[in-house]
Antibody
Framework: QVQLVQSGADVKKPGASVKVSCKAS????????INWVRQAPGQGLEWMGW????????LYAQNLQGRVSMTTDTSTNTIYMELRSLRSDDTAVYYC????????????WGQGTLVTVSS | DIQMTQSPSSVSASVGDRVTITCRAS??????LVWYQQKPGKAPKLLIY???NLQSGVPSRFSGSGSATDFTLTISSLQPEDFATYYC?????????FGGGTRVEVK
């Protein structure tokens, strides 16, 4: 069955970086791209960016440009999201989600990774 | 960027009620409208895509309608497991954008 399994919760200090992983299984890895979405405590969903698992092309939300990077490791079917220069308002649950472009939807989501930024 | 406006932000309802949630896009989105359900501590779950297509496994009491800029999610007879927060999302163009969410609460 399709699964996206994310790395565990993390606590970082302001200014540090965090790298969240998302391991895909149960489907052909490079047939679906991946979106990253985050959700601050008690808030709504915010799209962070998209990565093509076949080409490695990326598209990032403008408000995160320069601080975020998304990469893939096709040898392990794992997608990574790195966020740098962390601030307190980056505290959120981070989700990876499989993206079916033709249909325009994310049908499978990871379980989420809580990143807490605190001094 | 396309702005998505959801209403209401919350609704109180009872089991068996019909619940309607609306979502308006700031410009036409060619029916690339998705609805997700999210329960506390869980990832969003896909309900409806393409404005009106029910995702496999989703109960038929959920339905979506609308076109161009105005869309609706309807729960025909609310069940206990439907108390949750619902989000719309436009998938017409990047950046993908979400509505602010509608919390369906117990009346």
């Amino acid at each position: 069955q399709v699964q996206l399994v994310q790395s565990g919760a993390d606590v970082k200090k302001p200014g540090a970086s965090v790298k969240v992983s998302c391991k895909a299984s149960g489907y052909t890895f490079n047939s679906y791209n991946i979106n990253w979405v985050r959700q601050a405590p008690g808030q709504g969903l915010e799209w962070m960016g998209w990565i093509s698992t076949s080409s490695g092309d990326t598209l990032y939300a403008q408000n995160l440009q320069g601080r975020v990077s998304m990469t893939t490791d096709t040898s392990t079917n794992t997608i990574y999201m790195e966020l740098r220069s962390l601030r307190s308002d980056d505290t959120a649950v981070y989700y990876c989600a499989r993206w079916w472009h033709a249909g325009g939807y994310s049908d499978y989501w990871g379980q989420g990774t809580l990143v807490t930024v605190s001094s | 960027d396309i702005q998505m406006t959801q209403s209401p932000s919350s609704v109180s309802a009872s089991v068996g009620d019909r619940v309607t949630i609306t979502c308006r896009a700031s410009q036409g989105i060619n029916n690339y409208l998705v609805w997700y359900q999210q329960k506390p501590g869980k990832a969003p779950k896909l309900l409806i895509y393409g404005a009106s297509n029910l995702q496999s496994g989703v109960p038929s009491r959920f339905s979506g309608s609308g076109s161009a800029t105005d869309f609706t999610l309807t729960i025909s007879s609310l069940q206990p497991e439907d108390f949750a927060t619902y989000y719309c999302q436009q998938a017409n163009s990047f950046p993908l954008t979400f509505g602010g969410g509608t919390r369906v609460e117990v009346k």
